[in-house]
């Protein structure tokens, strides 16, 4: 199985163990967090949505170590998350792939239909920019003029 944790904490030896208080969950293999391979730099959300891709129509057993190695075919993939349920924990069907260059955008999305485990997936943008935009007219809205 595979284990990620779900509240971070870095410290000098690793990751800390069940009893040390932190909790971990199943889950995609450690690739949701950036800093889990060694790439703690934080990037701003405006330039992580230009190079994330959203993925549909994925099998409930798919794991985020499965999708890293497939998208690296178009780029070198710098984080993984699949969206679960947050009471049963099952998988969603959807997941958010984000790349190291923008670049790598493009021919992720080409591979929209292709199949993985038997199921043809749908890659699609992100709606990052018009949730936010959305979010930004609504709060503009409830303060009034």
Known sequence: KQWYQRRVAITAG?????????????????????????Y????P?????????FCMQLHTRLRA?????????????????????RNS???????YIEFFEEDSVAPALKLSGTKIMGIPIQVQHTQAEKNRAAMLANLAKEQGP
Request: proline share 2%; glycine share 14%; aromatic share 8%.
């Open 45 to 53: 959300p405006e330039e992580r949505d230009k190079r994330t891709v």
């Open 14 to 38: 690793g990751r800390r163990s069940r009893s040390s208080g932190i909790l971990w969950s199943y889950g995609s293999g450690g690739a949701d967090h950036g800093f889990a391979r060694g």
């Open 65 to 85: 170590r499965d999708l890293e190695e497939f998208f690296s075919q178009v780029g070198k993939v710098r984080d993984v998350r699949i969206i679960s349920d």
């Open 89 to 95: 924990r099952r998988c969603k069907g959807i997941a």
């Open 40 to 43: 703690d730099v934080e990037v």
